[in-house]
Every structure is written in structure tokens, then in C-alpha cells.
């Protein structure tokens, strides 16, 4: 059974980098069934995409975030990685590593949502 587990501080202080690492088991993050993720959701808020690595290393980030966010992999270990520099009290949420799965389907990739899904880890960001 795959899973997916996030580890970082849970505190950060406003204006340091925010840092995540996502360990995923049973599946090795190169295999083309799916794209890698993070998502947030802020205290009494929506979810929101932050972005996501490839199968081969390609990243997309949302442009709202576009400026401070990194993401990154280690295949050694099966982990992906979310820096977020120059926090706010506003980047407070609950963060979610999650798998984007995709399917060869009639001679196209078609793309299914997030069909796998991390706990979740709560940083708050304060002095």
C-alpha cells in the first residue's frame, strides 16, 4: 500500500524558509503514474496547489507562489521537498504532500486527480 508522509517543523518564524520533506512508500516517485504535490489549507480555509515535481524532475508552481517556492527530489530516498521562503503568519496551514495520478488512455496521458494523500502537518508560522 503506498503512503505518503510529511516531516518538518511544525513552527517557523515570519520571514525564514519554510521547509517540507514527503517520504513515499511502496511506489518510487520516478514512475510516470504520477506527479507529486503539495497542497495547503489554512485555518478555516480551502485547499490550495502549491505545486508539483515530475516523474523525470519537472516542476510547475502556482504563480501566486511562483516566487518563493521550491520544489525538489531525492530518488536515493523516494522523498520530495517543499521550500517556501520569506513566510508570513499567512502561509499558517496544514500541509499535504499528495500524488497527482495519471493514466495512458487512448493514446493521451489523462490526469485523475489526487488519488493519494499524505496526513497532513500543521505549521504555524510566528515569532
Known amino acids: 500500500q503506498v503512503q505518503l508522509q510529511e516531516s518538518g517543523p511544525g513552527l517557523v518564524k515570519p520571514s525564514q524558509t519554510l521547509s517540507l520533506t514527503c517520504t513515499v512508500s511502496a511506489t518510487s516517485i520516478t514512475n510516470d503514474t504520477h506527479f507529486w504535490s503539495w497542497i495547503r489549507q489554512p485555518p478555516g480555509g480551502g485547499l490550495e496547489w502549491i505545486g508539483y515535481?515530475?516523474?523525470?524532475?519537472?516542476?510547475y508552481v502556482s504563480p501566486s507562489l511562483n516566487s518563493r517556492t521550491s520544489i525538489s527530489r531525492d530518488m536515493s530516498r523516494n522523498q520530495f521537498t517543499l521550500q517556501l521562503s520569506s513566510v508570513t503568519p499567512e502561509d499558517t496551514a496544514v500541509y499535504y504532500c499528495?500524488?497527482?495520478?495519471?493514466?495512458?488512455?487512448?493514446?493521451?496521458?489523462?490526469?485523475?486527480?489526487?488519488?493519494?494523500w499524505g496526513k497532513g502537518t500543521l505549521v504555524t508560522v510566528s515569532s
Open positions: 515535481i515530475t516523474f523525470v524532475g519537472n516542476t
Open positions: 499528495a500524488g497527482l495520478r495519471r493514466a495512458h488512455e487512448d493514446g493521451a496521458w489523462r490526469y485523475h486527480g489526487m488519488d493519494l
